[in-house]
């Protein structure tokens, strides 16, 4: 089992939350809900591995996140 790191924003003008995992080319869904956003990214992340040679998915970044700061 791998963690990967989900990039989450917030669409002011839908509401809808957005998802996207940097590491993976075509990983990005939305939803009504951070619930309903994680889901989708879990059912998003298999579908884009199933479609991935062995090579291409040991190649993704082990540690691949954000960082938040303020200022």
Same mark, same amino acid.
């Given at each position: =089992?791998?963690?990967? @790191? +989900? #990039? +989450?924003? $917030?669409?002011? !003008?839908?509401? =809808? #939350?957005?998802? %996207? +995992?940097?590491?993976?080319?075509? @990983?990005? %869904?939305? @939803? $009504?809900?951070?619930?309903? &956003?994680?889901? $989708?990214?879990?059912?998003? +992340? &298999? &579908?884009? &591995?199933?479609? =991935?040679?062995?090579?291409? *998915? !040991?190649? *993704?970044?082990? #540690?691949?996140? %954000? =960082?938040? *700061?303020? *200022?």
């Amino acid at each position: =089992m791998r963690d990967f @790191a +989900v #990039y +989450v924003s $917030k669409d002011e !003008e839908s509401g =809808m #939350y957005v998802g %996207t +995992v940097p590491s993976i080319r075509g @990983a990005h %869904t939305f @939803a $009504k809900s951070l619930d309903e &956003l994680r889901n $989708k990214m879990e059912e998003v +992340v &298999l &579908l884009c &591995l199933e479609e =991935m040679e062995n090579d291409e *998915i !040991e190649s *993704i970044p082990e #540690y691949n996140c %954000t =960082m938040r *700061i303020a *200022i």
